[in-house]
Every structure is written in C-alpha cells, then in structure tokens.
C-alpha cells in the first residue's frame, strides 16, 4: 500500500497535463457565436395541395400568418414570431378547402425554438395531433392530410415541438474531447518522461495551442454540388441562426454544368440554400457536399426522406427532385443535415487540440532523444517543425480556397503539368499553395501591420496607393488605369459611346420614358490634392470629360450633373463626402447627389416631391470596419471608416423586394425593388454599380417603386417589365469603357 501511495506521490506532476486541457475550454469560450434570441421561434415548412388551399398558421388562438398552397409544386413557408418569458409554444395550422378528400402534403415540418432546430422526424409522426374531419397518411417517409368535409376547417397541432428530433452533437463533442485527453495521459503513462520533460512539452503544446487557433480560425468552407443532368448556373445562400437569406451572405455560380464547387465565407453557417436560375431542370442523382477537405458529409437528396426536405417550386415524383417555376430552390435546414454540420465544424474549428497531441507526442519522444538542448532552443526547433507539419495536416481539412478575401481576387488554380513548362509549372505551384496556407490572411494582417505602424503605407502594394493626410486610393484594375490616363478615349471610341448611348435614349423615348446618365467621379479626382505625388496624370483632361464633352455636343442625351454640387458641399461643408478608406461616396456624398439627381428630374416630372432637407437630417458619426480599401490590405482593424449616417422618417421607408436573377444576364447581384406608399410618385429603374447603395435609402422618398439592376448592360426585357417612367443608367468615372461593350438587342417598338 505504501508503495502504491510513494509511486502515485512520485507520478503526480503527470497531471500538470490538464493544462492543456484547460487552454483548450479557454479558447473555445472566447468567440462563442451569439444565436437566435430565446422566447423567439421560427417555422419553416414545404406545402403542397391537389387543389390551391388556404394555410393559416396560429399561437394558441392568435393568427399569424395566412399562406396559399398551389397545385403545381411545393412552397416554402416560414415565419418568425416571439413568445412571452416561459410561454409554451403552441402552434397550429388551420386548412381551409373547399374540395372534399383534397390531398394536403407536407415535406420536412421544421421549427426553431429557443436556439435549436427541432424536426418532425418519421418517427414522430404520431406525435401530429389533426382534426376529426381529416385523415393523416404516412406515405414514402412524408405526411398527407386529406380533408373530409371541406364546409369545416381542419387543424393539425404542432404543439411541444420539444419531443420532435433535434439537433445535438453534445455527446459527440465530449466523446471527441475525451479520448483525445486520453491519448495525452496514455503517452504519458507509456513513454513515462521526466519531470522536466513534461514540463517543456506541455508547455510547448499549450504555446502551439494559442498559435494553431489563432492562425487556425480561418475555415474554408465549400459547397459542393453535383447533377447527372447540367444545370444553368445556382446560387448558394448561407446564415448561421436561420433559414432566413440575403443577398450578402451568397455565392453565384453563374456557368453552365453538371459540377458546382462554391466558396462560404469562414463563419459556422448551418443553413444553406441552393436557388436554380432554370426551371424546369431535372436533378437526377443530385448530390450536396458539406466539405473540409478530408471533413464533410455528401447527401444524395434522391436519397433523403421528404421529412427532411425543404424547398419552394420544387416537386417529388417517384423520390426524384423537379424544379418547377422561376423561383425554385432547396433549402439545408433540417435536423439531418444540421447535425451533421455542426459536428464537423466542431471538429474543424478544434482540430488544433489533436495538432496539439501531435506537437505534445513530437516533444515527448524529441525529450528522449536529444536531452541536451537548452528549454528556449528545444521550443523554437519543436515549434518550426511542427509549424510545418501542421501546415500540411491543415491542407487535408479545408475546403478548397477560391476566393482570397484578403485580397478580394480568386486564388491561383492548380496546374496541370501537361499545358505549361516546368518553370511556370513550378512558380503556378508555388502560387496556388500559397493561397491555400492556413492563416494566410493572418499572416497578411500582420506584416503590413508591422509595415504600416514603422512607415504609415505600404509602398510596394499593388492594389491600394497610401495617398495623404489617411486616403487611401484604390489602384486595382482600371482605376489606375482611367487616373493616370495614358490612353485617352480616341474619337472613334467617342463615337461608339455616344451611339449606344443615344439609340437607348432613342428607344425609350418611343416608350415614353425619360431617360438620364450619371457620372459619379472616382475618388482620385474628387479629392486630388490628397493622391500625391507617386501617382502621375498623363493627360490633365480625365476620360470622362472627354465623354461627357462629346456627348453635350453630339447628342441629346440628358445628363445630370451631380459633381458641381458636390464640389460646392465639398468647400462649404466640414464633412467629407468619400470614405477615406473605401471606394465608395459616403451616405454624406451620396445624399448631396441625390438632391442634384431629384432637382434636375423635376424639370420633367413636377409631381416629384421635393427632396429630403438637409436640416431635417439627424447626421449620426459612425465608425466601422468595412473600408473595402483597408480590408484589401487586412488592415480594417485600424484604419476605420468614418461615416455619417442619416436619421429621418423618409429615409429608406420602402419595401424592400429581392428577385434572383432568373432571365440569364450578366449582373453583379439580384434584382433590387422598392415599394413605398405614394402612388402618385413616378417609377424608376436604375442600371447601377456599388455607388448606388448608398442612394437608394433617400429615392424611397422620391418613387413609388424604385428598382435597381446591378449591370453597366442595359436589358430591354426588364424595362418592358417593369414599365418604369424614369431610366438611369448610374456608372462610376472608372466603368465608362463598360460602354463599349456589345449590349443585348433592342426590341422594335412602334410609336
């Protein structure tokens, strides 16, 4: 006995391994992401009728939504609603039909509820409470209600949601966490080190801990489609708390083919949805992947129950997927695939725990080979050569990078060794493993941060020039390009400018529609004495008062000066009107535009109201980290964006609708529409770029409908859409020569 209590004695600084145990909770606390409010719920569901039904959603006795069915396809529905502090949530659908035996099919019934998502699974079907005047049918893995008296309503009862499947992967997390600890005990036990042995290892793992997460929290995530049949392009939405999407958190993958590999920005996104752009495509054998490299889950939807589908304008025949109509899309949002995604990006965001055993095993064993080293030397050889070795093992669980954020550009490809020389082989090579390095935006942010805390710019940057007094000046693409005017636009180009610009005038003059430009300058020359020095001007004359020169005195297209203001707002106001750090005018700059914009266009339309006064504006100071300059140079987290953000009742009143681009076009996002509730107000249609963003919050005050197509092209089919009264086409200084491109055909018109 005593023998047993000296060895145990003898063995107790073996437990010192909790530390690293500990190190690893600390830095799984510390970025926790905040989810949905508690007391609030979401309902999101997949309904379809034999005949068009009416479907109304009630809490307890309270109505909340009413939906229509349709004959056609599955709708998606959903609702977001709240509950009192501890109230149950007690939900039912009423059906209302007037066709005796109507068939009312469900696919996956999904709420969330205080955080979780809960899933009518098949095996709580019985779990559905309906009306005496129905009749529940379970049928390949799904739900029927039929409806047997149509002159009374019907109702299913979706009440205490809490017995339905949810999503847990808490038993897998401490599973993981544990046997990984136990491999650290048991190396121990085995190799039986020394005292100080096991303090230099744990104390060089728990120094790699820190490292391995920091540079490690970059998690690239693809989505990866896969059809027997080819499909028109897709659109990949993506949200961590909910099914609800925007058009900010979305890829497009506009191409045409059977393979489709999309990025998602490193964030814990647990739902996702697949919009189709074609109607009418078949998805046979269709394929998702959740993929980390060697991480991730395929689902063949051929193959998954209906109870766990969710979609709008889709239909199921034979368990086979159809697209029906111009909005149809799959949503990732059920228990099946949830948790199958959380645990796989549990385990990729702490795979750095397991790196961890890899470094402490490395130590351990390093300790009984070469005793001799002095601590500070044995941690920087361990951790130089498990940094290497960690690099490569981050190669296997992560997506494939597309896009480099850092940078905003795609990464470099992959070679293929049999299309190009050894030596551009070898340098492609180098390139793409590059971009793929784990930590690379890290390692970006902070060597120029270095750089730009000793010299205040970064004098070698390709893609941002450090101009005076803090402006930074973007230097990518054209913008250079169209600054430094090397080439001016030569007459023949003029010429074609002008012509295309005036047969679309011509056009909607046949239509009776107004039809206006704008020209918002670039930053370099609205604010040219802060550029300095390092960026020369070839020609003193800017391309686009060559433009604009010839247009005035070739033809009659109307275009609306909103620089002179600008220019004015500029030497009286003590507010700048471009963001320092960014691209774009500021809320400041765009609102002086939009009163040059309404104050030309109501010489044509006198029932356009005034605009918005400028006293009557709260100009709130608001600081942020979204300068699309500072974030090209990873350095958002010190050079701030200033802005002056309008507070008034008129301001962005409208509502809002998001059409995907369905029709084909080349655009640079979904089609953007505004309602608001003066009828007697003109229409507008607006062919745009980014500048217009920061317009369009003060025209809701102006339209009754205002909508924006994101594209230098100019697309007939939608104007004959939409009918507006007002055609703009708004293009920043830099997108002129867009211009010169062939645009779609116009359609014959007859006065």
């Not at 609030?40 to 309904?47: G, L, N, Y």
């Not at 008296?149 to 897998?172: G, M, R, V, Y």
């Not at 507008?684 to 230098?712: C, E, G």
């Amino acid at each position: 006995m005593l023998q047993v209590i000296l060895y145990i004695k003898n063995k107790l600084h073996y437990l010192t391994v909790v530390f690293i145990l500990f190190v690893f909770f600390i830095l799984n606390q510390k970025d926790k992401i905040v989810s949905q409010k508690t007391n609030t719920f979401q309902i999101f569901t997949s309904i379809k009728s034999a005949k068009k039904s009416i479907i109304s959603l009630y809490k307890d006795s309270l109505f909340l939504q009413k939906w229509e069915t349709t004959n056609e396809a599955y709708r998606q529905f959903d609702l977001t609603g709240s509950l009192l502090t501890n109230e149950k949530l007690n939900l039912s659908l009423r059906l209302n039909n007037k066709i005796a035996n109507d068939t009312i099919s469900f696919l996956a019934i999904n709420i969330i509820f205080n955080n979780k998502v809960y899933t009518l699974g098949e095996n709580q079907f019985d779990l559905l409470k309906v009306s005496s005047n129905t009749r529940k049918i379970i049928r390949n893995g799904q739900i029927q209600i039929i409806i047997n008296n149509p002159n009374e309503d019907a109702f299913i009862q979706l009440e205490n949601p809490s017995t339905w499947e949810t999503e847990n992967i808490k038993l897998w997390k401490t599973a993981y966490i544990s046997v990984l600890f136990l491999l650290f005990v048991l190396l121990i036990i085995f190799l039986n080190p020394s005292k100080k042995s096991i303090y230099m290892s744990i104390g060089t793992t728990i120094i790699s801990l820190f490292l391995f997460n920091y540079f490690g929290e970059e998690i690239d995530v693809s989505i990866k489609v896969n059809n027997d049949y080819t499909i028109k392009g897709l659109a990949i939405y993506y949200n961590n708390n909910s099914p609800t999407f925007d058009e900010a958190h979305s890829t497009n993958l506009d191409y045409i083919s059977n393979n489709f590999d999309g990025q998602v920005e490193s964030n814990n996104s647990n739902y996702f949805r697949i919009d189709f752009p074609n109607a009418g495509a078949n998805l046979s054998d269709f394929n998702v992947k959740y993929n980390l490299g060697l991480l991730g889950k395929r689902w063949n939807l051929d193959k998954v129950k209906p109870c766990y589908l969710v979609g709008n304008n889709i239909d199921l025949v034979e368990n086979k997927l159809l697209l029906k109509g111009q909005d149809s899309y799959i949503t990732i949002g059920s228990t099946y695939f949830i948790n199958t995604i959380k645990l796989v990006y549990f385990i990729r965001k702490t795979i750095w725990l397991f790196f961890g055993l890899i470094v402490f095993a490395f130590c351990l064993i390093l300790n009984k080979k070469i005793n001799h080293l002095k601590i500070t030397d044995f941690i920087l050889f361990v951790f130089f050569s498990t940094t290497i070795i960690i690099q490569a093992l981050f190669f296997l669980v992560n997506g494939h990078r597309s896009v480099l954020e850092s940078e905003k550009r795609l990464t470099t490809s992959f070679p293929k060794k049999d299309t190009i020389s050894i030596r551009k082989y070898t340098i492609q090579l180098e390139n793409y493993l590059n971009d793929q390095l784990q930590g690379q935006n890290k390692f970006t942010a902070i060597n120029n941060k270095l750089r730009y805390s000793l010299f205040s710019e970064l004098s070698t940057n390709k893609l941002v020039h450090f101009g005076k007094d803090g402006w930074l000046f973007d230097i990518s693409g054209k913008a250079k390009m169209v600054y430094e005017n090397k080439n001016p636009y030569t007459i023949t180009e003029l010429k074609q400018i002008t012509s295309l610009l005036q047969n679309r005038n011509n056009w909607l003059k046949k239509l009776g529609i107004k039809y206006y430009v704008i020209f918002p300058l670039m930053p370099h020359h609205f604010y040219n004495e802060y550029v300095g020095k390092r960026l020369f001007k070839f020609n003193k004359e800017t391309q686009l008062h060559q433009v604009v020169t010839y247009l005035k005195n070739n033809s009659d297209i109307d275009i609306i000066d909103i620089n002179t203001s600008m220019e004015i707002a500029k030497k009286t106001s003590h507010k700048d009107l471009y963001y320092k750090v960014d691209t774009h005018w500021n809320y400041y700059g765009a609102y002086v535009a939009y009163k040059a914009i309404i104050n030309h266009i109501q010489k044509d339309f006198k029932n356009l109201k005034n605009p918005i006064p400028d006293a009557e504006i709260n100009w709130n100071i608001l600081y942020n980290e979204e300068g699309d300059l500072a974030r090209l140079v990873s350095l958002n987290h010190d050079l701030f964006r200033k802005d002056y953000f309008p507070s008034n009742v008129n301001i962005n009143n409208a509502q809002k609708t998001i059409s995907k681009n369905d029709l084909g076009y080349l655009m640079s996002g979904p089609i953007l529409t505004y309602q608001s509730y003066d009828t007697l107000a003109p229409k507008m249609l607006m062919f745009r770029d980014s500048y217009a963003n920061n317009l369009i919050p003060y025209f809701s005050w102006q339209f009754s409908k205002h909508t924006y197509v994101w594209s230098t092209l100019f697309y007939p089919k939608i104007i004959l859409s939409e009918k507006p009264d007002i055609v703009i086409t708004e293009m920043m200084e830099s997108t002129i020569s867009e211009l010169l491109k062939e645009n779609p055909p116009l359609y014959d018109v007859k006065k």
